[in-house]
């Protein structure tokens, strides 16, 4: 919410959607607060982890369920979110047509992530850092097991082919820790910083142990690193984050522009 100055979305039409669909919920905030929001919307948040709390508003629930797997919603969707999901699709393309099916006309699609390995504009992260290096691990194992850390707003291509339309790319920076000047950038470093902080071994152990055969004293090493590296703010580094969203067009447009194909033909 930082980064959006408070919005929880931006693409147009998430404000008035009746059904929303949170994919990868993780422990729920987005959804908790989307529905805290806009409480005539009825918000599905769905992880493979049971962590969400037990408490939510009324118009919000979870499920745990593989979003791989079939989808068994009988109604469609007015919006759906999808954060921070890098490497947890084997096959994008797939998973965006799938995303649209699931759309009503109209509806919209919001996907947030962000690239790997960090920005720097002034050589200040050394390629030998823990820092970079974590990053270039990561990369390594999850490509070897082929869920790359990439997101699906790569998949603009995938977007257009499955029907999307009015496709919107906006790119945002977020520092690792509060090395900006910028106040809003200051304030985005120091909560990525905290994040970071917290996650670091959940990120890195079951890639490095299980994928790339590290010992666990290796990565809590690494790690250690990291969380010295990310507490220099003369080291520079930020996320290149990007946010597309597309819209679902309406029965009307697929038919006048099915018609214009055959006119074509």
Known sequence: MICLNGELAISPGHKTAKRVLDMGAGTGIWAIDFADEYPSAKVIGVDLSPIQPEWAPPNCSFEVDDLEKSWTWNEPFDFINCRSMEGCFVNAPKMVKKIYQALKPGGYLEIGGL???PGCDDDTVPKDSSLWQWHTLLQEAAEKIGRPLEGLGKQTAAMKEAGFVDIT???YVWPLNSWPADPHLK???QWQCVNLDIGLEGLSLGLLTRVLDWSKEEVLALCAGVRKDLRNRKMHAYWKVH???ARKPEET???????AEQADT
Request: glycine share 6%; no cysteine.
């Open 243 to 245: 946010i597309v969203y």
């Open 169 to 171: 790319r906006k790119d």
């Open 115 to 117: 690239e790997l390995p």
């Open 187 to 189: 304030e985005i470093g």
């Open 253 to 259: 447009e697929e038919a006048a522009e099915d018609a």
